[in-house]
């Protein structure tokens, strides 16, 4: 995986993640779309990278509420 392909899936784990969709359904789709031959080899510690980084803007985003 390039680079480039890893900041566009982040990209998409990011905005997708405020919408009422699968959290996991999005990033397959997206890698469909990227034409990521050998999706499935994608490690799963991608996969929860990414969901870190979404916990960590959400908290981010909500800094104000989770500190009260």
Known sequence: MTYLKAILLGLVQGIAE???????????????????????????????LLHLGTLAAVILAFWKDVRE
């Not at 919408?19 to 929860?48: C, K, Q, T, W, Y």
């Open 18 to 48: 405020f919408l009422p969709i699968s959290s996991s359904g999005h990033l397959a789709i997206a890698r469909n779309l990227l034409n990521m031959e050998g999706a499935g080899s994608i490690p799963e510690f991608f996969d929860v």
